[in-house]
Nanobody, 127 residues
């Protein structure tokens, strides 16, 4: 059965860094895209960054561009989200999601259906 498992969340001070990991299993190998989404209390879910696994094409939300980097290790079925320069506004539950789509930006913008969601990992940025 296909599943996603996130890890790497935690609490950091403003300006700090965290790296989230998303390990997938049970998926067919070709042409799907992994997205990182977040939901902060009282806010709508936001697509943070998405990456197409076969060629590494990426998309970033404006709110994280230049601070976050998404990458993949297809050999280990893992997608990473390196988060630097964290701000209190980044506090949220972060979810990874998989979709059988080639469309990276539309996935992050909520215009493609997500097939599988991970369980989420909490990221808290505060002093």
């Amino acid at each position: 059965q296909a599943q996603l498992v996130e890890s790497g969340g935690g609490s950091v001070q403003p300006g700090g860094s965290l790296r989230l990991s998303c390990v997938s299993s049970g998926f067919p190998p070709d042409y799907y895209t992994i997205g990182w989404f977040r939901r902060a209390p009282g806010k709508e879910r936001e697509g943070v960054s998405c990456i197409r696994l076969n060629d590494g094409d990426t998309f970033y939300a404006d709110s994280v561009k230049g601070r976050f980097t998404v990458s993949r290790d297809n050999g280990n079925n893992t997608v990473y989200l390196q988060m630097n320069g964290l701000e209190p506004e980044d506090t949220a539950v972060y979810y990874c999601a998989a979709a059988m789509t080639r469309w990276v930006q539309p996935l992050c913008l909520g215009k493609r259906v997500v097939d599988i969601w991970g369980q989420g990992t909490q990221v808290t940025v505060s002093s």
